[in-house]
């Protein structure tokens, strides 16, 4: 070896080392002391061990800004190749500089071109305060790259819906940070530790006068029930990344694939009699429709998306024989499993979800309708539903329903089995309930005068109700008038019939007028 | 341990007061919505410290129901 070769190779496993520990080992101890893990500690943590390949860790080092506050490159999650970055707080507080926000370009845009995820794992308050020197030079804060930290909002639109784009927020973030997360198609965040925010406190109290903590503007518990920025939230950074490998191994690499396929080992035709039982006949009585959903799927293993938002719709992942389904659920023990402008936000975003990334829906119905008010009215619901809408018709991936009990209203366009709305198989059980309105509201609305002359009110409703529901709300009797339900199911065929209809539905192919895109109603 | 309420309706009853010891679980009053009556039910033992609503109230979406101490 030559003296220059010794001498370079001694000089670069120095710069290394150095560039390694970021802003060095007391602002590690900063980091650490806020209960906090380190860039690189989330990487080692979240991905297979050892399977990490930095990648451009010695830019900014001359300059005294290693990596430029951000550590980017590629490894393995179960395996699966996917690319990611990890903004570094000890270096410039993990702002977002032109070095790092190329960075974090390139990360999506490689992601992009190798068709494999991309995870981004946030902890910036964005774009970097230019330092005022008085010198004359343009500030490198100033300088602006076509391919950096704003633009990272036009990889992130390109990326979309070609691979899957998962943001972990772990620290105070905002700007350039929380709005390419916003991008992606999932947010998770930790509890205490992280918040996300257009602007901080400081800058809210001085602008509109209003007193409120970063926690309180923006904390996990704002995003997750509240605004529904984010998906779920976790304790702890570590659980986070617990749930970013299971999330991912719901998920295909790209739109090019079908989601991997797992051996679960449970039976598909298994037969589940305790359905029977859950459901009251009684659709003025609520049960939680988590209950039908951890049995009907693979080992009652649910990924449950947004569980803390619009909790009137439960979304999330799960397997039936082995294969990735998203669940679209009506729950009848919050607001009745009405139809709102929260859970058609929520619903049409998932369904969007499934159908860029071929995995099927199961939607399993039990709505009193659209919520009416004039919260509701004011806030859009119009618009909203009809975003909602707009979800349903125009995704292609196989969906199968299951009407377990009501189906009224608007709630049956809502879920999309009207007959048209390219629901693929709709079931219902023996006591599922049709109608433009519920058994008790349609008496009312015919025989009010009656119910007021009628000797004993009360009875002569219940017999009217009675008379009414086998008359009409009575699926033998719907159903064998037009061609709504594919079938009517014993509720214990249920996870039976879901897993052959999904197997049929494999090779579904759908096309649609071409066209620039559609203009859904946002 | 505040208790907000999960959706919007109408308190048709309160079972605890001021000073009650309640368990997890114990059904601490009836909400309707959308003709359902849901039962809101405690998160964790301990003893009521605030009841903020009363039978025939609307309230909104996470509005403070009760507050458990302990």
């Not at chain 1, 503007?217 to 995003?223: P, T």
């Not at chain 1, 295909?252 to 598909?268: A, R």
Request: glycine fraction near 10%.
């Amino acid at each position: 070896m030559g003296e220059l070769m010794k001498e370079r190779i001694e000089k670069l496993r120095e710069a290394k080392q150095k560039a390694a520990l970021g802003g060095g080992p007391e602002k590690i101890d900063k980091v650490h002391q806020k209960g906090k893990l380190t860039a690189r500690e989330r990487l080692d943590r979240l991905l297979d061990p050892g399977s990490f390949t930095d990648l451009g860790m010695l830019v900014g080092y001359m300059q005294g800004s290693p990596g430029d506050g951000m550590v980017y490159g590629y490894g393995t999650i179960d395996g699966r190749p996917i690319c990611i970055y990890s903004q570094d707080a000890t270096v410039q507080g993990g702002s977002i500089g032109m070095l790092h926000g190329y960075k974090m370009y390139r990360t999506v845009e490689r992601a992009m071109d190798m068709r494999v995820p991309v995870i981004g794992i946030h902890d910036s308050p964005g774009a970097r305060q230019v330092r005022l020197t008085g010198e004359t030079e343009m500030p490198e804060a100033m300088v602006v790259e076509e391919k950096g930290g704003g633009s990272v909002f036009y990889i992130n639109t390109q990326a979309s819906g070609v691979i899957p784009q998962i943001a972990v927020i772990a620290g105070a973030c905002a700007g350039i940070s929380v709005y390419s997360p916003a991008l992606m198609d999932f947010v998770f965040m930790v509890d205490k530790t992280s918040q996300m925010f257009i602007t901080g406190p400081r800058v809210v109290k001085s602008v509109i006068g209003e007193d409120i903590t970063m926690e309180d503007l923006g904390g996990a518990e704002v995003h997750t029930a509240i605004s529904g920025v984010a998906d779920l939230r976790t304790e702890t950074e570590d659980g986070c990344f617990e749930k970013v490998r299971k999330l991912l191994s719901y998920l295909p690499s790209s739109c090019d694939e079908l989601p991997p396929i797992v051996d679960t080992g449970d039976d598909p035709y298994r037969l589940i009699p305790e359905l029977e039982d859950i459901v009251p006949d009684d659709p003025d009585i609520p049960y939680d429709v988590h209950e039908l959903i951890t049995r009907l799927v693979d080992n009652g293993d649910f990924f449950e998306i947004k569980p803390e938002f619009a909790g009137e719709i439960v979304v999330g992942f799960a397997r039936l024989a082995g294969q990735t389904v998203g669940i679209v659920a009506s729950q009848p023990s919050i607001y009745g499993g009405a139809l709102t402008v929260d859970s058609s936000c929520k619903q049409a975003r998932f369904i969007r979800t499934c159908d860029c990334f071929n995995i099927p829906i199961i939607v399993l119905i039990d709505t009193s309708a659209y919520a009416p008010g004039s919260d509701q009215e004011h806030a859009g619901i119009i618009r909203h539903g009809a975003k909602n809408l707009f979800a349903l018709c125009e995704a292609t991936v196989p969906r199968i329903a299951v009407i377990t009990r009501k189906s009224y209203g608007g709630g049956n366009l809502g879920l999309g089995v009207v007959p048209g709305m390219a629901t693929d198989f709709v079931f219902a059980w023996p006591i599922a309930e049709w109608g433009v309105m519920g058994a008790k509201e349609s008496v009312r609305l015919f025989f009010g005068a009656e119910i007021l002359k009628a000797e004993n009110p009360e009875q002569f409703l219940t017999e009217k109700v009675k008379w009414y529901r086998d008359s009409f709300a009575n699926p033998l009797v719907f159903g064998s008038r037009a061609s709504i339900y594919e079938d009517i199911i014993e509720p214990k065929e249920t996870r039976k019939v879901l897993a052959r209809a999904l197997n049929i539905l494999k090779g579904k192919k759908m096309t649609r007028v071409p066209k620039k895109h559609g203009n859904i109603p946002l | 341990m505040v208790v907000r309420s999960p959706m919007p309706g109408t308190i048709i009853s309160v079972n605890v007061k001021v000073g009650d010891s309640v368990k997890a679980g114990d059904v601490l009053l009836i909400l309707e919505s959308m003709k359902i009556k849901n039962e809101i039910k405690a998160p964790q033992d301990g003893k009521i410290s605030e009841v903020l609503v009363t039978e025939g109230q609307y309230v909104k979406r996470r509005e403070t129901l009760v507050d458990i101490e302990g």
